[in-house]
């Protein structure tokens, strides 16, 4: 059975848009135009991947993005005309994994869906083990001296990249590239969001990083 996408838009024509691209490529749709009837959606229905809108009526895109990493790791795309840095930053930590400003090219919308499907669907179900971080990929758990700590699914993709390449240098057009299959113009700020919330998880001190290391001018490794 084809993909399931939740569609969270209180705008008609958007969603009518987004639902024309994603049936093109064979995706099935399911539609709310509240926060609230898309959580009971998702609840009932169990989407592969959710696309929110931040201003809707009755439960915004912040407060639908909390519920579902309540009990889900489906991919999340955040789609609002807000593009503000602080927008884009309260979204990613609240556990989504992907920020598009309004107005939007639905084609982008399309590949970034079909790069997010695909990062979702890889488990090599192996464990991998830097320092004292062990990441379990078959059930995403990572652990820190034996302590769980919990990852947003962008945060574990990232994590895990790393951590099979200790020592490597990955530019941040790599890490997204690695972590989600396609980079855009303009996503740089969204990897430093998620590698400055990675530190505040895994670092002693995320002033001072001693595990993700930056290379000034070149990009980010994880020190062995």
């Known amino acids: 059975m084809e993909p399931l996408i939740l569609i969270a838009e209180d705008d008609a024509d958007i969603r009518a848009l987004l639902k024309l691209y994603l049936e093109g490529e064979g995706f099935r749709v399911a539609e709310a135009d509240n926060g609230a009837d898309a959580l009971t959606l998702a609840r ?3 989407p592969d991947m959710a696309i929110l ?6 439960m915004n ?3 639908l993005t909390r519920a579902l990493r309540k009990y889900s790791d489906i991919p999340i795309l955040i789609l609002s005309a807000k593009s503000q840095d602080n927008d884009k930053i309260l979204g990613l930590n609240l556990g989504a994994d992907d920020y598009i400003a ?3 090219n639905p084609v982008e919308i399309v590949a970034r ?3 997010q499907l695909r990062r979702a669907a890889r488990s ?3 464990v991998l083990t830097v320092r004292d971080l062990t990441l379990n990929t078959a059930n995403f758990q990572l652990t820190k001296g034996g302590k769980a700590i919990l990852l947003t699914p962008m945060e574990y993709k990232i994590l895990a990249l790393l951590m099979r390449s200790p020592g490597r240098i990955f530019t941040k057009i790599q890490l997204y590239e690695g972590a989600i299959g396609t980079y855009f113009e303009g996503d740089d700020n969204t990897m430093m969001v998620h590698i ?7 670092e002693d001190d995320p002033k001072n990083p001693s595990r993700i290391i930056t290379v000034r001018g ?6 062995k």
């Open 53 to 58: 809108d931040i201003m809707m009526p009755r």
């Open 102 to 104: 309004k107005p939007f």
């Open 124 to 126: 090599t179900g192996d």
């Open 113 to 115: 869906v079909k790069a």
């Open 218 to 223: 070149l990009g980010y490794k994880l020190e």
């Open 44 to 46: 009932e229905q169990t």
């Open 196 to 202: 400055s919330k990675l530190r505040e998880k895994i």
């Open 61 to 63: 895109g912040f407060e």
